[in-house]
């Protein structure tokens, strides 16, 4: 593979690799999980350490005992009657959206969400392997979201449906928007009935009926409140027959989200806000032809002689690859595509990856369309080394754009294509106006590059120019903004 067979895959890609590649039409391991920590991570079975092995297999989770023994809840939780309150809700939360505690917060030039990758979890975890981690969530959607006003995190909050809820407001921002909510948080904090690590945690369990598929369930929620730093954290788990499947199950697991926290800290700071200037139109720069070869093929053409060629094609000559699931496709930009157009187009791309003997991933493509209309999202999972890595670096040096304070280096090329075609009564050529974008950019946070591409040709098609455009630049700012997680990718 050349540079230009590695620019073909990042645009047109041969149909020859889609009928050699292997295992192509053979079952893929498949991931269901919408967002990025629906992917493999999440179903390693890691250790919780001392803690109980969580493995839960729905629509019933399985505890799982850990080598020394299964864990005895660390918290007390006080039982209460229905009705009874001890742990004031939030005003107005409603899943992974914004909390509407204040009319400002109504106002959206001032409003942003973002929805986080695992290593943003991590980083606001100090680091530390995330409180959910041990636990199989097959075909459970797991969302991160942080919400800001004016440019101030507001709170975190993740959901796994029916299972659990981790909800981090920021004490600086409850104090100001929602006074009489922080005023009650403290005055249950003197009367808290568990005192872990120092720290007042008020913890409690009590039956209410959830609506699930328009079916009433009953289940048993227990939940936990504490201050830590700057956050005002809450956990809640629930025991149903879509949950936990015993209440003691779900209050372990809550025990273990507190100890994790109080053990560990959690650093709010580490959550920044989208930078504004993500809205600004990128500019597409247009290359002569000798500066085109240097700034996007040199260290594709390398890449494709130190890693593709050596790593991915096996000894019968064949690449390995391996296919992705519509849902592991989304999981990469933490749920849902960073394009925002309906276009039928963008809707069903496909993924796959190209793999090194050991199952690896080296190369992924998401890709939909072919030479009059297209467009292709290319990842090499790794950070620039070695030779390709120095020919990228000095390419990136060239950016003409930056987004999140990211280098963007940009490519616009228009102009003839010729098309023959073989018909019973000969053989005749048409021309059409050929339209090119791109865009070529490293993320910082896993050190990954990642190249994007869409083109159209001036036929009856819908897919316009402006829209190949559009594809292009939402592509860029909804990952440097939003985040990429590779873990969809692992075998």
């Known amino acids: 593979m050349n540079a230009k067979d590695l620019l073909r895959a990042m645009s047109d890609i041969d149909p020859k690799y889609v009928r050699e590649a292997q295992p192509w039409a053979s079952p893929v ?28 297999s729905p629509p019933q989770a399985q505890p799982i005992p850990a080598a020394s023994g299964e864990r005895e809840p660390a918290l007390a939780f006080e039982q209460l009657a ?43 975890w100090k680091g530390s392997a995330l409180p959910w981690d041990g636990m199989s969530l097959e075909n459970v959607t797991l969302d991160a979201t942080a919400a800001f006003q004016e440019g101030e995190l507001s709170q975190v909050y993740i959901e796994a449906p029916d299972l659990f809820t981790i909800q981090l407001v920021s004490q600086a921002y409850a104090e100001a928007y929602a006074a009489d909510w922080a005023q009650q948080v403290e005055e249950s904090f003197t009367i808290a009935n568990n ?63 507190v100890d994790q926290c109080l053990a560990g800290g959690i650093d709010l700071n580490r959550i920044q806000a989208p930078q504004d200037d993500a809205d600004a139109t990128l500019e597409f720069v247009q290359w002569d032809e000798a500066e085109y070869e240097t700034l996007f093929q040199e260290w594709a053409n390398r890449y494709a002689a130190d890693v593709i060629q050596p790593q991915v094609v096996g000894e019968n000559g064949i690449y390995r690859t391996q296919d992705l699931s519509l849902e592991q496709v989304k999981a990469l930009w933490g749920g849902d595509f960073p394009w925002e157009s309906s276009h039928e187009l963008l809707q069903n791309p496909r993924g796959y990856t190209y793999n090194a003997e ?18 292709t999202v290319s990842i090499l999972p790794q950070a620039p080394q070695g030779e390709w890595g120095k020919t990228l670096t000095a390419a990136l040096e060239q950016a003409n754009e930056e987004v999140n304070a990211v280098p963007v280096l940009t490519s616009f090329a228009q102009g003839p294509a010729t098309v023959s075609q073989h018909t019973p009564e000969g053989n005749s ?41 559009d594809f292009v630049e939402q592509v860029v700012k909804g990952t440097l903004t939003g985040g990429i997680d590779l873990t969809p990718l692992q075998p």
């Not at 939030?90 to 942003?112: I, K, L």
């Not at 720290?199 to 936990?224: I, M, N």
């Not at 059409?432 to 993320?443: D, V």
Request: charged share 20%; aromatic share 8%.
């Open 358 to 375: 050991d199952g690896e991933p080296v190369y992924a493509v998401v890709e939909m369309g072919g030479g009059d209309v297209g467009f």
């Open 82 to 124: 229905m009705g009874e309150e001890k742990i004031v809700p939030f005003a107005g939360t409603y899943g992974p959206a914004y909390a509407q505690a204040s009319a400002a917060a109504e106002n959206e030039e001032t409003y942003r969400e973002l929805s986080l990758t695992r290593e943003q979890l991590e980083a606001l």
């Open 29 to 56: 391991k498949k991931l269901t999980h919408p967002v990025w920590a629906a992917a493999a991570a999440l179903v390693l079975c890691l250790g919780l350490g001392a803690g109980a092995a969580l493995l839960l």
């Open 195 to 257: 005192l872990v690590e120092g720290t007042p945690v008020v913890a409690v369990s009590y039956d209410v009926t959830a609506l699930t598929d328009g079916k009433e369930v009953p289940q048993t929620d227990a939940q936990a409140r504490f201050a830590l730093g700057e956050a005002i954290v809450t956990v809640t788990a629930s025991s149903s027959e879509m949950g936990f499947p015993t209440q003691e199950g779900a209050e372990a697991f809550v025990a273990q989200v």
């Open 429 to 469: 050529t048409e021309t059409y106006t050929h339209t090119r974008f791109e865009a070529l950019f490293q993320w910082e946070n896993t050190g990954c590059v990642i190249h994007a591409e869409a083109h159209v040709n001036d036929t009856q098609s819908d897919f316009s120019p402006q829209d190949a455009k």
